[in-house]
C-alpha cells in the first residue's frame, strides 16, 4: 500500500526508496498514481506495477492507458476505504451500497491482460443482497505486506500524527499491513504528544524513518483574487449555471462539492449563510482558495487544489469521511455529468475507449438516499448532442440518484419513476428550443425563468 491523495501526504523518500530495488512484479494498493514523473507514478513508469487497485486514474496519462487496457483495476474511493479499514480491523468482507448496477457490481473490466489480448485476471461479480429494502454488494477487506505511510510527526515509541488533509488514506493504510513503514517529517521524544492528540498508536506502527528531503509538491495552485475574493480557475462553465447552482445552498447544510462548476458555485454562498463544505479525503468546513501568502501543501480539496479552511472546521481520514457520506450525513452533493437518464442514471467517469479519469469518490457521494443529488453540467456535448436521454450509453456512477439537473439551458427536477419536469428555462429560449436537444420531459405550470443568486 502506498499512502496519500493525489500528491498530498506521499510518502516520498520511501517511493524513491522502492525504486531503488528494482523489485518487480508488485500488487501496489494507492488511491490514485496522479501524476506523471512523480510519487507513486513513477513505480507505474519503472514497470514495477504488476497489478494496481486503486480509485482515480487523475492526470496520469500512462495510468489511463493501462486502464482502457484492461491493465488497471479500478474501484469507488469509499469502498477502498473501507475495504483498507476492514482489513486493518480483523473484518474480511462487508456489504455496501456502493456501485449497484454498476461495472463493479458486473465484473467491470479486466484486472489483467496478457500482451497478447486475453485476460489474465478478471474481476469477479460482487455478490448482492437485499436488506430493509435496498441493495448491498459483498465486497472484501484489503490487507497488503507492506505499507508506505507519510506522518508529520511520530515520537520515538512510534506513535504519530499527521497535518491537515494529509491524514486521508494514510491512517486506515497504516493499519492494514503486515510490516507498516511510517516516514515523517520529525521525530520527538515521548512525550512530546498529548495522549489525545496521537491520530494513529504505536501498536500499528513497525518502522519509522525521518525523510531527508520532503518536495511537497502542489498539483493544482489555487489562489484567491485580491480585488473580490473570487477564486481564480481555468474552468469556464457559463455563470448562469453557477449562479443558479448556488441557489442550492441552504443555512446550516452540509454539502459535497464535485469539481469545476459545483466548486464555483460556492464562491457566492452568502456571508450571512452557514454551509458546511465536506470533501472526501477529509475535510469538514472547506473554506475558499488561500491568497498566495497562506499556500499550503498538506491543505487540498479533493480537486487537488489548495484551499483553506474556516474556523470550526476539522480534518479526518477518508475512511471517516466515507462513512459520513454512506451514513446519509451529507444533506447535498453537486457534481458534474456526462450523461444523466430521464430516471435519473449518471453517468460521470469514463467515456468507453476514448477517455477514463476513474469513479474517485463519486460512486459513493450518490449511494445515499437520504442525500440530495444535484447535477450541474452543459446541455449539449461540443458535437451538439444531448446530454439527457432516454436511456444512458455510457458506463454507469449511480442508479436513479439525481434529484435535479442545472444546465445552460434550463433547470429540471427529476421523478425517479415519472422522469423529469421542466422547472426553469433561461431567458430568451422556449420550451421547443430545450425540446430539441433531449428527451421528451414534462413541463411544470409554474414553469419560470432561470433563477441566478445576485452577484
Request: with cysteine; net charge negative; charged share 25%.
Amino acid at each position: 500500500m502506498v499512502s496519500g491523495f493525489g500528491l498530498c501526504g506521499i510518502p516520498e523518500n520511501l517511493i524513491q526508496a522502492l525504486l531503488r530495488t528494482r523489485v518487480k512484479d508488485l500488487t501496489v494498493v494507492s488511491s490514485n498514481v496522479d501524476v506523471d514523473g512523480f510519487g507513486p507514478g513513477l513505480l507505474l513508469e519503472a514497470k514495477q506495477i504488476a497489478r494496481l487497485i486503486s480509485s482515480y486514474v487523475g492526470e496520469n496519462t500512462l495510468c489511463e492507458r493501462r486502464y482502457l487496457a484492461g491493465e488497471l483495476e479500478l474501484t469507488p474511493q469509499g469502498t477502498l476505504a473501507e475495504c483498507i479499514r476492514a482489513g486493518g480491523a480483523g473484518v474480511p468482507a462487508f456489504y455496501t451500497p456502493m456501485a449497484y448496477g454498476t461495472l463493479v457490481q458486473e465484473g467491470g473490466a479486466p484486472i489483467r491482460s496478457v500482451p497478447d489480448g486475453h485476460i489474465a485476471i478478471m474481476n469477479q461479480p460482487r455478490e448482492v443482497r437485499e436488506f430493509h429494502g435496498h441493495h448491498y454488494l459483498l465486497e472484501q477487506a484489503i490487507t497488503a505486506d507492506f505499507a508506505l505511510v507519510k506522518g508529520w510527526k511520530a515520537d520515538r515509541a512510534g506513535n504519530v500524527i499527521f497535518r491537515k488533509s494529509a491524514r486521508n488514506f494514510n491512517v486506515p493504510m497504516c493499519k492494514a499491513a503486515e510490516t507498516s513503514v511510517v516516514e515523517v517529517e520529525e521525530t520527538v521524544d515521548v512525550g512530546t504528544f498529548a495522549p489525545e492528540d496521537i491520530h494513529v498508536p504505536n501498536i500499528y506502527v513497525d518502522r519509522v524513518i525521518q525523510g531527508e528531503k520532503h518536495e511537497k509538491r502542489i498539483e493544482h495552485l489555487a489562489l484567491r483574487k485580491e480585488h473580490d475574493e473570487k477564486a481564480e480557475s481555468a474552468d469556464d462553465p457559463g455563470a448562469q449555471i453557477v449562479k443558479g447552482a448556488a441557489l442550492e445552498f441552504e443555512e446550516g447544510m452540509y454539502a459535497n462539492l464535485g469539481i469545476g462548476i459545483p466548486l464555483l458555485a460556492s464562491n457566492y454562498i452568502s456571508p450571512d449563510m452557514t454551509v458546511h463544505l465536506h470533501s472526501e479525503h477529509g475535510i469538514l468546513g472547506l473554506g475558499p482558495f488561500p491568497p498566495k501568502d497562506e499556500v499550503d501543501a498538506d491543505l487540498i480539496n479533493a480537486g487537488k487544489q489548495t484551499v483553506s479552511i474556516f474556523l470550526g472546521g476539522c480534518f479526518f481520514s477518508s475512511g471517516d469521511s466515507f462513512a459520513m457520506i454512506r451514513g446519509g450525513h451529507l444533506d447535498l452533493t453537486m457534481l458534474g455529468a456526462m450523461q444523466v437518464s430521464k430516471y435519473g442514471d449518471l453517468a460521470n467517469w469514463m467515456i468507453p475507449g476514448k477517455k477514463v479519469k476513474g469513479m474517485g469518490g463519486g460512486m459513493d457521494l450518490v449511494s445515499s438516499p437520504k442525500t440530495r443529488v444535484v447535477v450541474t453540467m452543459a446541455h449539449c456535448t461540443k458535437a451538439n448532442e444531448p446530454k439527457i436521454l432516454e436511456k444512458r450509453t455510457m458506463p454507469l456512477t449511480g442508479r436513479r440518484c439525481v434529484d435535479r439537473i442545472i444546465t445552460d439551458k434550463a433547470v429540471f427536477d427529476v421523478h425517479k419513476k415519472k422522469g423529469p419536469t421542466l422547472i426553469e428555462l433561461w431567458d430568451g429560449l422556449t420550451v421547443d428550443d430545450v425540446t430539441e436537444h433531449g428527451q421528451p420531459f414534462a413541463v411544470s405550470p409554474n414553469l419560470r425563468p432561470m433563477q441566478q443568486v445576485a452577484a
